[in-house]
């Protein structure tokens, strides 16, 4: 399921009527604005929120500049993209550490909301660059959620602090105090408790230990797909706590994104990082920039290009270069591609980020992991000459395949198929300029 696909389609559908039209008329821009404000009322977007929205876009979207141009759609387009960024929130807000060491980040959040793995995601993600953190287990309210802190630390690598049901403010002290005596941490998360609804016993203990540890951040992690009620947690727990930022959870199952537009607007604090999936690396910085263009179906070739550069070591990088030029890709490097797509969140995940018309042209690409297991075994069944010249398999090599790997010559077609399709998509991110250019393909 895409982030924000429901909004992205209507708005996209409202601009391709704009851009039929050539030259346009004020009437038929307050036309294209109350569909867009529609739009975002549908997408879960606060009422005041889309009401101003609508207001400063069509202010400017109005002007002589653009009825008089000669492209007015794109420059609408250039206006709604301007507008929808400084509503995500500008700039990237970066996490802040703060004077004092080891830094401290005070995360909170409603049960449910994914609170507990996204302190593992935190975890995960800050080690990828560099910093050395400490999970603390102060819910000690939920059954079984030191547990599945220790779990996740796990996956993260990280090592989880934990006093069983002690007070959690004597805990977060103690956390505290273990990072600075050991000196083996440099950022200590603390996973606090949550309930199924606010209440003022957990707010009050929430206080005592945000006045006990004096973090540099207190983030606030809220389900995405709770619309409405997510931007007025967000504004609860601000005003209680004075949060510095926000992380949308389970981003990857909600299509209209109302929360994510509305959040900045309401608050006046920043999205610092969306999780979009269940994997431990599925979290990443928030870039409204970025946001906004897929939001509107331009792509984030930036995250996307990031993502790979994350994934793939330099040398791997430069041998798939090579194939890419010489048009010498096969199987065994599409198997190692599609190995790696599941460690950046798949396929789904990857094609998000590319800009509409190329997965129009593509078509509609899902493959999971038990799909992959499948792939894996129908091209092990295939001959090193076969895996090297796919040009090569003809019927009866299909067939021997199929029976060789336990599929079928249905999935091995399909197989081919989205192996055409892997090479297509290649070859038109080497000839995005942008992409070509950081990865100097």
């Given at each position: 399921m895409a982030v924000f696909?429901?909004?992205?389609?209507?708005?996209?559908?409202?601009?391709?009527?704009?851009?039929?039209?050539?030259?346009?008329?004020?009437?038929?821009?307050?036309?294209?604005?109350?569909?867009?404000?529609?739009?975002?009322?549908?997408?879960?977007?606060?009422?005041?929120?889309?009401?101003?929205?609508?207001a400063k876009v069509s202010e400017k979207a109005l002007g002589e500049e653009v009825l008089k141009s000669l492209t007015p759609a794109q420059q609408v387009i250039k206006i709604v993209r301007d507008e929808l960024t400084e509503?995500?929130?500008?700039?990237?807000?970066?996490?802040?550490?703060?004077?004092?060491?080891?830094?401290?980040?005070?995360?909170?959040?409603?049960?449910g909301a994914g609170k507990t793995s996204t302190c593992g995601k935190l975890a995960y993600h800050l080690k990828?660059?560099?910093?050395?953190?400490?999970?603390?287990?102060?819910?000690?309210?939920?059954?079984?959620?030191?547990?599945?802190?220790?779990v996740v630390g796990k996956t993260a690598n990280a090592e989880v602090f934990e006093r069983g049901t002690q007070n959690p403010v004597k805990t977060a002290r103690e956390a505290v105090e273990y990072a600075k005596?050991?000196?083996?941490?440099?950022?200590?998360?603390?996973?606090?408790?949550?309930?199924?609804?606010?209440?003022?016993?957990?707010?009050?203990?929430?206080?005592?230990?945000?006045?006990?540890?004096?973090?540099?951040?207190?983030?606030?992690?809220?389900?995405?797909?709770?619309?409405?009620?997510?931007?007025?947690?967000?504004?609860?727990?601000?005003?209680?706590?004075?949060?510095?930022?926000?992380?949308?959870?389970?981003?990857?199952?909600?299509?209209?994104?109302?929360?994510?537009?509305?959040?900045?607007?309401v608050t006046g604090k920043p999205i610092k990082f969306i999780s979009t999936g269940e994997k431990v690396a599925d979290l990443e910085a928030f870039y409204p920039d970025r946001m906004a263009s897929r939001i509107l179906g331009m792509g984030d070739v930036l995250s996307l290009i990031e993502k790979v550069e994350a994934t793939v070591e330099k040398d791997e990088a430069a041998k798939l270069q090579k194939a890419i030029r010489e048009n010498a890709f096969t199987f065994d490097d599409y198997l190692v591609q599609m190995e790696r797509l599941n460690k950046m969140g798949g396929v789904n995940s990857v094609m998000a980020m590319l800009p509409s018309h190329i997965t129009q042209k593509l078509g509609a690409v899902q493959v999971d992991e038990k799909e992959?297991?499948?792939?894996?075994?129908?091209?092990?069944?295939?001959?090193?000459?076969e895996r090297q010249t796919p040009n090569a398999i003809k019927g009866g090599q299909r067939k021997r395949i199929a029976a060789g790997s336990g599929t079928s010559i249905q999935d091995v077609n399909k197989l081919l198929r989205q192996f055409e399709n892997a090479k297509n998509s290649m070859k038109m991110l080497s000839?995005?300029?942008?992409?070509?250019?950081?990865?100097r393909i």
């Open positions: 696909s429901g909004l992205s389609d209507k708005l996209n559908h409202i601009f391709s009527k704009l851009k039929s039209r050539g030259k346009l008329t004020a009437l038929e821009i307050k036309e294209a604005m109350r569909e867009v404000r529609i739009a975002l009322l549908e997408a879960d977007v606060n009422y005041l929120v889309a009401k101003t929205f609508v509503l995500l929130g500008a700039g990237n807000a970066k996490l802040q550490f703060g004077a004092q060491n080891p830094a401290i980040i005070l995360m909170c959040g409603l049960q990828q660059t560099g910093k050395k953190p400490l999970l603390v287990a102060c819910d000690i309210y939920r059954p079984a959620a030191i547990e599945q802190l220790k005596s050991t000196l083996k941490f440099d950022v200590v998360i603390i996973d606090t408790a949550g309930r199924l609804h606010i209440d003022d016993a957990l707010m009050q203990e929430l206080e005592q230990i945000k006045s006990a540890v004096n973090p540099a951040e207190i983030l606030l992690v809220v389900d995405s797909m709770t619309g409405q009620d997510a931007v007025n947690v967000s504004q609860t727990y601000n005003e209680r706590l004075g949060i510095t930022g926000v992380i949308l959870s389970k981003l990857d199952g909600d299509t209209r994104g109302g929360a994510a537009l509305s959040i900045k607007e992959l297991r499948r792939n894996k075994a129908i091209i092990q069944s295939m001959t090193p000459y000839n995005n300029k942008m992409a070509r250019k950081k990865l």
